[in-house]
């Protein structure tokens, strides 16, 4: 089975210590991750940051971003 092509966004929102934040693809679609997804291990990024990122299942019956690639 053939993966997904990586999908292009931007952070839209993340608060820092609760480590959440959501992503809003170049459709509109918003995804939600964790900040163990940072692909950098920084465990930070700052709304209005530019992203690369894949889609998994995650928590109980939803899509969450992954694999998350802040792009300079």
Do not use: Q
């Not at 459709?27 to 964790?34: K, L, N, R, T, Y």
């Amino acid at each position: 089975m053939a993966s997904a092509p990586p999908r292009r966004g931007r952070v839209v929102a993340f608060d820092e210590h609760r480590g959440l934040g959501t992503i809003r693809d170049v459709d509109g679609a918003e995804w939600p991750f964790h900040c163990t997804c940072l692909a950098d291990g920084s465990r930070t990024v700052a709304p209005g940051t530019s992203v690369v990122f894949e889609i998994a299942p995650g928590a109980p019956g939803r899509w969450e971003a992954t694999g998350i690639v802040i792009l300079t």
